[in-house]
């Protein structure tokens, strides 16, 4: 098949590479020269495991091509995937405005005949429904779109794995046309399929990701209990979690959720659901335990560290990707700064980005070991592996107070109360 995607982020990127590798020619458009110069000879702009090898290898083949006229990709494709962001607006709305103008340029340049036309962003309940009249209104009259509507569930960091291996494939759709098109797309790849209607796929992704944040601050407030109480969160989680109906998946209490997507997605269900006139009670709860949790943590820092000059590892919203958008190392190192602390940082790969937002407010090292020289504290945000075995001897004697803040619960609290450190986790008793 020939297959266009409009948008080159984690899902747009990472999906146009994966159908490529099976043999379809894809086009990806984007909007930036800039970015489709640097795409073009296999720069990803974006880091993620495995995609460059992946780009690099399929812009070998011919099979992948880079362009920002819709005139190249749109005529000649049998499917179009909208992939562009829907950031939320000010008061928590997803902001749309980029998904209709590419849709109504996908519309402009439609071929005669039919064409499906799959929105793969995150978009509100209804959104699809516009999609349809957009195109409707923008395409020649002998072309025909067949819109369906078909979420993603990658996780950046993991993004080419949870592509391949989906727990599930959901296309949803009023056309059988799109469905059977989509469903012969997605054969190569593993997973349960659902098909189902537009509202129903909207939903399905909005609801996913509402839950994947309900479980993580469910998590964080029985941490707060367990604070509170004395008990050790790890073990009360590990017990619940044993119990087949409830699962310990995704339920690690730590700094909160960050990211592009979960902080965006419960804000906007929770638009919608004042839309819709439904009382979001619940998952306004879910967003301020996400923001306490982070509040939580930061004053053990505040009350704790005697001294001002701290290191923090980890400054990506989660291991194994440069993405520092909404990720808690933002929050709490502004508000540090705010209480004049002098802060250095080491991160395997968040470092360029977290200099785009703090410049030289911010002392950056390649190291982890060169980070905690002299410092009064260590601060834990993300969970890399190359943390969770790190020399903490070695970094005891570099440091100037043994004293760590681990809001990721990576060490084992008695471990490092043997190597003489003060340690303070999140819903474990400090040592
Ligand atoms: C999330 C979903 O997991 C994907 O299924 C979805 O496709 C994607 O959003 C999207 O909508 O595009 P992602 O944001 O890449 O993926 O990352 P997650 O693995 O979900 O992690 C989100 C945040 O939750 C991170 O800050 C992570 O540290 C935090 N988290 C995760 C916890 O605090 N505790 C946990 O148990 C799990």
Redesign the pocket.
């Known amino acids: 098949m020939t297959i266009t995607f409009v948008g080159h982020g984690?899902?747009g990127l990472v999906t146009a590479c994966i159908f490529a590798d099976f043999g379809n020619k894809v086009w990806v458009i984007g909007h930036t020269k800039e970015k489709i110069e640097r795409l073009k000879k296999a720069d990803p702009i974006i880091y993620e495991p495995g995609l460059k090898e992946l780009l690099e290898k399929n812009l070998r083949a011919n099979r992948i091509l880079f362009t920002l006229d819709y005139n190249k990709a749109i005529p000649e494709s049998d499917i179009v995937f909208i992939a562009v962001g829907t950031p939320p607006k000010e008061d928590g709305d997803a902001d749309l405005s980029s998904l209709f103008e590419v849709t109504k340029k996908i519309g402009q340049h439609l071929k005669k005949g039919k064409t499906v036309v799959s929105c793969k962003s995150?978009v509100p309940v209804g959104t699809n429904k516009k999609i349809e009249i957009i195109l409707r209104e923008s395409k020649p009259k002998s072309a025909q779109a067949q819109v369906a509507s078909c979420p993603?569930?990658?996780?950046?960091?993991s993004a080419i794995y949870?592509t391949l291996n989906p727990d599930r494939v959901v296309i949803g759709s009023d056309s059988k046309t799109a469905i059977a098109t989509l469903i012969e797309l997605h054969q190569p790849i593993d997973g349960k399929r659902v098909i189902t209607d537009l509202a129903s796929a909207e939903i399905i992704?909005y609801t996913?990701?509402a839950m994947?944040?309900t479980?993580?601050s469910f998590?964080?407030l029985i941490a707060f209990y367990c604070e509170k109480s004395g008990a050790d969160v790890e073990n009360v989680l590990d017990a619940v979690g044993m119990d087949k109906r409830i699962g310990r998946?995704?339920?690690?209490?730590?700094?909160?959720?960050?990211?592009?997507?979960?902080p965006k997605?419960v804000k906007a269900l929770i638009k919608i659901g004042q839309t819709l006139q439904i009382d979001p009670a619940f998952l306004i709860a879910v967003e301020n335990i996400n923001q306490q949790i982070r509040e939580g943590f930061l004053h053990k820092i505040l009350t704790n560290a005697k001294e001002k000059h701290i290191t923090i590892w980890g400054l990506s919203?989660?291991p194994n990707?440069d993405d520092i958008r909404d990720?808690?190392s933002s929050y709490i190192i502004a508000r540090l700064l705010g209480k004049k602390f002098t802060i250095s940082v080491y991160d395997p790969a968040g470092r360029e980005n977290t200099k785009k937002l703090f410049g030289n407010a911010l002392t950056y090292h390649n190291n982890p070991y060169t980070a905690v020289r002299n410092a009064s504290a260590l601060v834990i945000l993300?969970?890399w592996n190359e943390f969770k075995q790190a020399d903490l001897k070695k970094v005891k004697t570099l440091m100037k107070k043994p004293l760590i803040f681990d809001g990721?619960n990576i060490f084992h609290p008695e471990m490092v109360k043997k190597l003489g450190f003060q340690y303070f986790s999140v819903g474990r008793k400090p040592v």
């Open positions: 984690y899902v995150t993603e569930f990658l996780r950046e960091g949870d992704k996913s990701n994947l944040a479980k993580i998590a964080n998946v995704f339920m690690d209490p730590g700094v909160g959720y960050g990211g592009s997507c979960l997605d919203f989660k990707t990720a808690p993300t969970e990721r």
